[in-house]
Antibody, heavy 122, light 108 residues
Framework: EVQLLESGGGLVQPGGSLRLSCAAS????????MSWVRQAPGKGLEWVSA????????YYADSVKGRFTISRDNSKNTLYLQMNSLRAEDTAVYYC???????????????WGQGTLVTVSS | EIVLTQSPGTLSLSPGERATLSCRAS???????LAWYQQKPGQAPRLLIY???SRATGIPDRFSGSGSGTDFTLTISRLEPEDFAVYYC?????????FGQGTKVEIK
Protein backbone atom coordinates (compact mmCIF):
# COMPACT_ATOMS: atom_id res chain seq x y z
CA GLU A 1 0.00 0.00 0.00
CA VAL A 2 1.33 3.41 -1.01
CA GLN A 3 1.82 5.71 1.96
CA LEU A 4 3.02 9.31 1.92
CA LEU A 5 3.52 11.02 5.26
CA GLU A 6 4.31 14.72 5.32
CA SER A 7 5.90 16.53 8.25
CA GLY A 8 7.60 19.81 9.04
CA GLY A 9 4.69 22.21 8.81
CA GLY A 10 3.99 24.86 11.40
CA LEU A 11 3.84 28.56 12.14
CA VAL A 12 6.61 30.73 10.72
CA GLN A 13 7.07 34.49 10.47
CA PRO A 14 7.12 36.27 7.11
CA GLY A 15 10.60 36.07 5.63
CA GLY A 16 11.33 32.87 7.53
CA SER A 17 12.20 29.38 6.35
CA LEU A 18 10.77 25.91 6.76
CA ARG A 19 11.65 22.47 5.40
CA LEU A 20 8.91 19.98 4.66
CA SER A 21 9.57 16.25 4.45
CA CYS A 22 7.54 13.43 2.94
CA ALA A 23 8.32 9.86 3.95
CA ALA A 24 7.26 7.39 1.29
CA SER A 25 6.57 3.67 1.58
CA UNK A 26 4.81 0.88 -0.26
CA UNK A 27 6.52 1.45 -3.62
CA UNK A 28 10.00 1.76 -5.15
CA UNK A 29 10.52 5.44 -4.37
CA UNK A 30 13.36 6.08 -6.84
CA UNK A 31 11.24 4.82 -9.75
CA UNK A 32 8.66 7.58 -9.53
CA UNK A 33 8.57 11.32 -9.94
CA MET A 34 7.09 13.29 -7.05
CA SER A 35 5.29 16.60 -6.64
CA TRP A 36 4.26 19.13 -4.04
CA VAL A 37 0.77 20.64 -4.37
CA ARG A 38 -0.68 23.17 -1.96
CA GLN A 39 -4.13 24.31 -0.96
CA ALA A 40 -4.74 27.63 0.78
CA PRO A 41 -7.49 27.57 3.44
CA GLY A 42 -10.87 27.24 1.73
CA LYS A 43 -9.30 27.44 -1.73
CA GLY A 44 -8.45 25.15 -4.62
CA LEU A 45 -5.35 23.16 -5.49
CA GLU A 46 -2.14 24.77 -6.76
CA TRP A 47 0.81 22.84 -8.17
CA VAL A 48 4.06 23.98 -6.51
CA SER A 49 6.99 21.85 -7.65
CA ALA A 50 7.98 18.47 -9.06
CA UNK A 51 11.08 16.30 -9.34
CA UNK A 52 11.99 13.30 -11.46
CA UNK A 53 12.77 9.91 -9.96
CA UNK A 54 16.51 10.42 -10.15
CA UNK A 55 16.28 13.98 -8.90
CA UNK A 56 17.97 15.24 -12.02
CA UNK A 57 15.02 17.30 -13.26
CA UNK A 58 13.12 19.80 -11.18
CA TYR A 59 10.23 22.14 -11.94
CA TYR A 60 8.68 25.07 -10.08
CA ALA A 61 5.62 27.26 -10.24
CA ASP A 62 6.47 30.89 -10.97
CA SER A 63 5.02 31.86 -7.59
CA VAL A 64 7.75 29.96 -5.71
CA LYS A 65 10.66 29.96 -8.15
CA GLY A 66 13.84 31.22 -6.50
CA ARG A 67 12.40 30.75 -3.00
CA PHE A 68 11.55 27.03 -2.80
CA THR A 69 13.81 24.06 -3.54
CA ILE A 70 12.59 20.53 -4.10
CA SER A 71 14.91 17.59 -3.50
CA ARG A 72 14.83 13.90 -2.68
CA ASP A 73 16.95 11.32 -0.91
CA ASN A 74 16.23 8.00 -2.59
CA SER A 75 18.29 6.12 0.01
CA LYS A 76 15.87 7.38 2.68
CA ASN A 77 12.69 7.26 0.55
CA THR A 78 12.09 10.88 1.42
CA LEU A 79 11.01 13.96 -0.52
CA TYR A 80 11.79 17.47 0.69
CA LEU A 81 10.65 21.02 0.09
CA GLN A 82 12.92 23.76 1.40
CA MET A 83 10.90 26.96 1.65
CA ASN A 84 12.71 30.30 2.13
CA SER A 85 11.55 33.92 2.17
CA LEU A 86 8.08 32.80 3.13
CA ARG A 87 5.13 35.11 2.55
CA ALA A 88 1.61 35.24 3.96
CA GLU A 89 0.31 33.96 0.63
CA ASP A 90 2.31 30.75 1.08
CA THR A 91 -0.05 29.77 3.91
CA ALA A 92 -1.59 26.46 2.87
CA VAL A 93 -1.79 22.74 3.38
CA TYR A 94 1.11 21.24 1.46
CA TYR A 95 0.50 17.83 -0.09
CA CYS A 96 3.19 15.40 -1.18
CA UNK A 97 2.06 13.49 -4.26
CA UNK A 98 3.37 10.55 -6.26
CA UNK A 99 3.44 10.60 -10.04
CA UNK A 100 2.52 7.54 -12.11
CA UNK A 101 5.95 7.30 -13.80
CA UNK A 102 9.60 8.23 -13.36
CA UNK A 103 9.24 11.44 -15.37
CA UNK A 104 7.47 14.65 -14.43
CA UNK A 105 5.92 15.94 -17.62
CA UNK A 106 2.75 14.48 -19.11
CA UNK A 107 2.26 12.14 -16.15
CA UNK A 108 -0.61 12.31 -13.69
CA UNK A 109 -0.58 12.14 -9.90
CA UNK A 110 -1.94 8.84 -8.62
CA UNK A 111 -1.47 9.11 -4.84
CA TRP A 112 -1.54 11.96 -2.33
CA GLY A 113 -0.39 12.30 1.26
CA GLN A 114 -2.63 13.78 3.94
CA GLY A 115 -0.84 17.11 3.94
CA THR A 116 0.93 19.37 6.41
CA LEU A 117 -0.21 22.89 7.28
CA VAL A 118 2.14 25.82 6.85
CA THR A 119 1.05 29.12 8.36
CA VAL A 120 3.03 32.27 7.60
CA SER A 121 2.09 35.00 10.05
CA SER A 122 3.62 37.45 12.48
CA GLU B 1 -0.23 28.64 -18.76
CA ILE B 2 -3.43 26.72 -19.45
CA VAL B 3 -6.37 28.03 -17.40
CA LEU B 4 -9.07 25.50 -16.51
CA THR B 5 -12.56 26.77 -15.77
CA GLN B 6 -14.97 24.41 -14.07
CA SER B 7 -18.73 24.78 -14.07
CA PRO B 8 -20.97 24.97 -12.28
CA GLY B 9 -19.35 26.15 -9.07
CA THR B 10 -21.89 24.21 -7.02
CA LEU B 11 -24.21 21.42 -8.08
CA SER B 12 -27.15 20.63 -5.79
CA LEU B 13 -28.52 17.17 -6.44
CA SER B 14 -30.22 14.27 -4.67
CA PRO B 15 -28.82 10.76 -4.23
CA GLY B 16 -29.61 8.68 -7.29
CA GLU B 17 -29.49 11.64 -9.66
CA ARG B 18 -26.99 12.13 -12.48
CA ALA B 19 -24.20 14.70 -12.08
CA THR B 20 -22.50 16.36 -15.04
CA LEU B 21 -19.41 18.47 -14.32
CA SER B 22 -17.65 20.57 -16.94
CA CYS B 23 -14.01 21.58 -17.31
CA ARG B 24 -13.05 24.00 -20.08
CA ALA B 25 -9.44 24.79 -20.98
CA SER B 26 -8.13 28.11 -22.30
CA UNK B 27 -6.17 26.19 -24.95
CA UNK B 28 -6.09 22.65 -26.19
CA UNK B 29 -4.93 20.03 -23.69
CA UNK B 30 -2.42 17.89 -25.54
CA UNK B 31 -3.19 14.20 -25.94
CA UNK B 32 -6.06 14.49 -23.46
CA UNK B 33 -3.69 14.79 -20.51
CA LEU B 34 -6.55 15.61 -18.20
CA ALA B 35 -7.35 14.13 -14.79
CA TRP B 36 -10.20 14.41 -12.32
CA TYR B 37 -9.81 14.26 -8.54
CA GLN B 38 -12.33 14.01 -5.73
CA GLN B 39 -11.75 15.73 -2.40
CA LYS B 40 -13.82 15.36 0.75
CA PRO B 41 -13.55 17.77 3.70
CA GLY B 42 -10.35 17.29 5.66
CA GLN B 43 -9.05 14.68 3.23
CA ALA B 44 -6.48 14.56 0.48
CA PRO B 45 -7.62 14.49 -3.14
CA ARG B 46 -8.20 11.08 -4.73
CA LEU B 47 -7.57 10.25 -8.38
CA LEU B 48 -10.74 9.30 -10.27
CA ILE B 49 -9.96 9.69 -13.98
CA TYR B 50 -6.77 10.12 -16.03
CA UNK B 51 -6.22 10.53 -19.74
CA UNK B 52 -9.63 12.22 -19.86
CA UNK B 53 -11.56 8.95 -19.80
CA SER B 54 -9.64 6.15 -18.02
CA ARG B 55 -10.87 5.22 -14.56
CA ALA B 56 -8.24 4.84 -11.85
CA THR B 57 -7.90 1.59 -9.96
CA GLY B 58 -10.83 0.90 -7.66
CA ILE B 59 -13.04 3.70 -8.97
CA PRO B 60 -16.68 2.60 -9.46
CA ASP B 61 -18.00 2.55 -13.01
CA ARG B 62 -20.64 5.16 -12.17
CA PHE B 63 -17.79 7.66 -12.68
CA SER B 64 -16.92 8.38 -16.30
CA GLY B 65 -14.87 11.00 -18.09
CA SER B 66 -15.08 12.26 -21.63
CA GLY B 67 -13.93 15.05 -23.89
CA SER B 68 -10.90 16.27 -25.79
CA GLY B 69 -9.23 19.48 -26.88
CA THR B 70 -10.66 22.17 -24.66
CA ASP B 71 -13.88 20.64 -23.34
CA PHE B 72 -14.03 17.83 -20.80
CA THR B 73 -16.79 16.30 -18.71
CA LEU B 74 -16.99 14.18 -15.58
CA THR B 75 -20.25 12.29 -15.22
CA ILE B 76 -21.50 10.48 -12.14
CA SER B 77 -24.35 8.33 -13.39
CA ARG B 78 -26.18 7.83 -10.09
CA LEU B 79 -25.02 9.75 -7.04
CA GLU B 80 -24.26 7.74 -3.94
CA PRO B 81 -24.12 9.43 -0.49
CA GLU B 82 -20.31 9.15 -0.50
CA ASP B 83 -20.03 11.04 -3.80
CA PHE B 84 -20.93 14.42 -2.31
CA ALA B 85 -17.59 16.22 -2.41
CA VAL B 86 -15.53 18.73 -4.37
CA TYR B 87 -14.20 17.69 -7.78
CA TYR B 88 -11.15 19.17 -9.50
CA CYS B 89 -9.91 18.78 -13.04
CA UNK B 90 -6.19 19.06 -13.78
CA UNK B 91 -4.21 19.26 -16.97
CA UNK B 92 -0.75 17.68 -16.93
CA UNK B 93 0.10 17.97 -20.59
CA UNK B 94 2.03 21.20 -20.37
CA UNK B 95 4.04 22.97 -17.71
CA UNK B 96 2.95 24.34 -15.36
CA UNK B 97 0.34 21.76 -14.48
CA UNK B 98 -2.85 23.56 -13.58
CA PHE B 99 -6.06 22.78 -11.72
CA GLY B 100 -9.57 24.04 -12.15
CA GLN B 101 -11.14 25.92 -9.25
CA GLY B 102 -13.38 22.98 -8.35
CA THR B 103 -17.05 22.02 -8.47
CA LYS B 104 -18.82 21.23 -5.22
CA VAL B 105 -21.49 18.54 -5.46
CA GLU B 106 -23.82 19.01 -2.52
CA ILE B 107 -26.92 17.25 -1.28
CA LYS B 108 -30.11 18.98 -2.33
Amino acid sequence: EVQLLESGGGLVQPGGSLRLSCAASGFTFSSYAMSWVRQAPGKGLEWVSAISGSGGSTYYADSVKGRFTISRDNSKNTLYLQMNSLRAEDTAVYYCAKKRKNIVLMVYIDYWGQGTLVTVSS
Amino acid sequence: EIVLTQSPGTLSLSPGERATLSCRASQSVSSSYLAWYQQKPGQAPRLLIYGASSRATGIPDRFSGSGSGTDFTLTISRLEPEDFAVYYCQQYGSSPETFGQGTKVEIK
